[in-house]
């Protein structure tokens, strides 16, 4: 059965970091571009960073330059690396396959705030 299971997530002051992690089983996250995906309070789920097969990445603009997007292939692992969070991070965070999306997990949740 494929799964994926996202970790990681917490709660932060404004300024402060976390690094998310997508755990995958039954499937080799390598083979597929993979996106991180968050989904606020009453809002949809947002597209936030992709990284393609080939380690090309993309952010969306409220996250670039702040969060970083990583394999780790040695371990069937997506990483999202979180600096400078503000109040409007949070979120609830999911990874999926980028083009081929599978049913979504349960994420976790990423809270700012003073």
């Known amino acids: 059965q494929v799964m994926l299971v996202e970790s990681g997530g917490g709660s932060v002051q404004p300024g402060g970091s976390l690094t998310l992690g997508c755990a995958a089983s039954g499937i080799i996250l390598s083979s597929y571009a993979m996106g991180w995906y968050r989904q606020a309070p009453g809002k949809e789920r947002d597209l936030v960073a992709v990284?393609?097969?080939?380690?090309?990445?993309h952010y969306e603009v409220p996250v670039k330059g702040r969060f970083t997007i990583s394999r780790d292939s040695a371990n069937n692992t997506v990483w999202l690396q979180m600096n400078s969070l503000k109040p409007e991070d949070t979120a609830v965070y999911y990874c999926n396959l980028y083009s081929y999306p599978l049913p979504w997990g349960q994420g976790t949740q990423v809270t700012v705030s003073s």
């Open positions: 990284i393609t097969i080939g380690g090309t990445t």
